[in-house]
């Protein structure tokens, strides 16, 4: 059963240009969602968690520039700018927080290659 | 600073035999430690996880050994399988703090040779 939708899938982003990502919660028993990305080396790095509509943070991080906002109880979005090196983002979804809720679920993920 | 180290980076075994990935960690409130397991091209999946109540997690093949005083797990999977070759990862997360948030280990990459 597929809880997540990401869009798009993956994206050639020219270097200076800004990037939209979108999520879709498909199951609303997994509330909690969340942002982490993917180097080019493997490496994941959580980057967000926002739980409510209206939510928003930004970070920046070696290679990336990061806007999330949770616009509705099922959506997620990421603006990913200045971006200098490929990367692939992930939205994951969990229940709540302790317990078994604790498991996150991850999305299939967008990857972005810089121009 | 990386709080969660994997060792080893890249693992090959024959089929049949024991695996064992290595996972250490430094926050001492770290109070969930999930695996999950990436194939190439896919998103990782939570493979098994266990609480620091728990020193032993087993699920069919794969068991978590967890050492608390030495802040170290280990995942062994017996009688290995071509498709248990994946990237593993261990992780890491505090419920009282930065809620949601998973650390992860750099991964161990495992190939089971036939």
């Known amino acids: 059963v597929t809880l997540l939708e990401q869009n798009p899938r993956w994206r050639l982003v020219p270097r200076g240009q800004a990037v939209n990502l979108r999520c879709i919660l498909k199951n609303s028993q997994y509330p909690w969602m969340s942002w982490y990305q993917q180097d080019l080396q493997k490496q994941l790095q959580w980057l967000f968690t926002l739980r409510s509509p209206g939510d928003k943070e930004v970070k920046s991080l070696p290679g990336a520039d990061y806007l999330a906002t949770r616009v509705t109880d099922t959506e997620l979005r990421l603006q990913v700018a200045n971006m200098s090196q490929g990367r692939t983002l992930y939205c994951t979804c969990s229940a709540g927080l302790g317990g078994h809720q604790d498991t996150q679920y991850f999305g299939p993920g967008t990857r972005l290659l810089v121009l | 600073q990386q709080q969660v180290r994997q060792s080893p980076q890249s693992l090959t075994v024959w089929e049949g035999e024991t695996a064992i990935l290595n996972c250490s960690y430094e926050?001492?409130?770290?109070?969930?430690f999930p695996w999950y397991w990436q194939f190439p091209r896919e998103s990782p999946a939570l493979l098994i996880a266990?609480?620091?109540?728990?020193n032993k997690k087993e699920d069919g093949r794969f068991t978590i050994f967890f050492n608390k005083r030495e802040k170290k797990l280990s995942l062994h999977i017996t009688d290995s399988q071509p498709g248990d070759s994946a990237t593993y990862f261990c992780?890491?997360?505090?419920?009282?703090?930065?809620?949601?948030?998973?650390?992860f280990g750099q991964g161990t990459k495992l190939s089971i040779k036939p």
């Open positions: 992780a890491a997360s505090a419920r009282n703090y930065n809620q949601g948030k998973l650390i």
């Open positions: 926050d001492s409130t770290f109070d969930y």
């Open positions: 266990i609480r620091p109540v728990s």
